[in-house]
């Protein structure tokens, strides 16, 4: 674990890596959850968060699905990047949490009662995804 100080000292000069996922029902709502949270307290959003040194992408979406809402996900699809600009953290800092996220997508079938953790108010399945949720997809990078 780091200590409180020196993390706040990377997030102060480098980017946090994250993943995101888009889960969907067989009804094509997806699954949101309302944060407990600074960054995005209060607002509904997908699961997601910090990816652990040594471990893939697949692997810390895995984890995060896992621990957050209880489910077990087989089958990943990526889908692009988010990449955005906290003035509100959990650390505070002298200037914006920078976090990229490299953005995945599954499905569900329902069968998994759903059980959230304490990062989490509550959750729901909904039509649409937050509008703040900008996914750039993987073929509109330009170099």
């Known amino acids: 674990m780091i200590p409180a100080e020196h993390y706040k000292q990377i997030l102060e000069v480098m980017p946090l890596l994250c993943v995101d996922v888009i889960i969907k029902n067989s009804r094509g709502e997806y699954l949101l959850v309302r944060r407990a949270n600074e960054p995005l307290q209060g607002q509904w959003w997908v699961i997601g968060g910090r990816v652990l040194k040594n471990e893939t992408l697949e692997q810390a979406v895995i984890r995060k699905v896992k621990q957050e809402v209880g489910l077990?996900?087989?089958?990943?699809?990526?889908?692009?990047?988010?990449?955005?600009?906290?003035?509100?953290?959990?650390?505070?800092?002298?200037?914006?949490?920078?976090?990229?996220?490299?953005?995945?997508?599954?499905?569900?079938?329902?069968?998994?009662?759903?059980?959230?953790?304490?990062?989490?108010?509550?959750?729901?399945?909904?039509?649409?995804?937050?509008?703040?949720?900008?996914?750039?997809?993987?073929?509109?990078?330009?170099?």
């Open 72 to 143: 077990t996900i087989r089958e990943l699809t990526p889908v692009g990047y988010y990449e955005d600009r906290f003035e509100k953290n959990s650390i505070p800092l002298d200037s914006p949490l920078h976090t990229v996220s490299v953005v995945f997508s599954t499905s569900i079938d329902g069968q998994q009662p759903i059980k959230l953790d304490g990062q989490s108010l509550e959750w729901q399945f909904l039509k649409e995804l937050p509008k703040a949720f900008h996914v750039k997809p993987f073929h509109e990078c330009s170099v």
